[in-house]
T-cell receptor
Framework: GAGVSQSPSNKVTEKGKDVELRCDPISGHTALYWYRQSLGQGLEFLIYFQGNSAPDKSGLPSDRFSAERTGGSVSTLTIQRTQQEDSAVYLC??????????????FGPGTRLTVT | GDSVTQMEGPVTLSEEAFLTINCTYTATGYPSLFWYVQYPGEGLQLLLKATKADDKGSNKGFEATYRKETTSFHLEKGSVQVSDSAVYFCALNGNQFYFGTGTSLTVIP
């Protein structure tokens, strides 16, 4: 079946512009995560959606970052007034949910954002 | 809260050497544990997992055993290959995923 998809795959934007990154999770997956990965670095957690619960926004680095998940499916990560330090690969992942957390995450290919 | 602590890298080994990458965790309850791998220029993919204590996950010659008494999930491989060069991430999932910082492995011929 279809995996997690993200668009665009690459985005170059000028400093100060707003960008929107899209994630289509695997159908039926109620959990959705956004991460940021800078060059050669680990995963930086940004935000977590689970079903209809309030999202865990504890990883968002500033109020320029926001995310929505519409209808429990597609998610959009918005970065306002982009800065050069926002340049990174933005990864989306989705999973089923169970007690004990036995289901793995499936990652999308990422969006490479470059702020010039 | 829940967390994962992973061995710092980078790690450089010769081909056919034995590999251990340490991972310990802190969690309330009984999480599942995972190792993910990221090959150069690629996305993250699941390498193996274990869902309860004493379970052993294995794949592609890699193994990790869920040790509740030591809260560990160390990744091992008896004989690494050049193609194993990648970044390895330990992770846990109780009711939310937490990842370690990643360990870069380079295997030289």
């Amino acid at each position: 079946g279809a995996g997690v998809s993200q668009s665009p795959s690459n985005k170059v934007t000028e400093k100060g512009k707003d960008v929107e990154l899209r994630c289509d999770p695997i159908s039926g997956h109620t959990a959705l995560y956004w991460y940021r990965q800078s060059l050669g670095q680990g995963l930086e957690f940004l935000i977590y959606f689970q079903g209809n619960s309030a999202p865990d926004k504890s990883g968002l680095p500033s109020d320029r970052f926001s995310a929505e998940r519409t209808g429990g499916s597609v998610s959009t990560l918005t970065i306002q007034r982009t800065q050069q330090e926002d340049s990174a690969v933005y990864l989306c992942a989705s999973s089923l949910v169970s007690s004990g957390g036995r289901y793995e995450q499936y990652f999308g290919p990422g969006t490479r954002l470059t702020v010039t | 809260g829940d967390s994962v602590t992973q061995m710092e890298g980078p790690v450089t080994l010769s081909e056919e050497a034995f590999l251990t990458i340490n991972c310990t965790y802190t969690a309330t309850g009984y999480p599942s544990l995972f190792w993910y791998v990221q090959y150069p220029g690629e996305g993250l993919q699941l390498l193996l997992k274990a869902t309860k204590a004493d379970d052993k996950g294995s794949n592609k010659g890699f193994e990790a055993t869920y040790r509740k008494e030591t809260t560990s999930f160390h990744l091992e491989k008896g004989s690494v290959q050049v193609s194993d060069s990648a970044v390895y991430f330990c992770a846990l999932n109780g009711n939310q995923f937490y990842f370690g910082t990643g360990t870069s492995l380079t295997v030289i011929p």
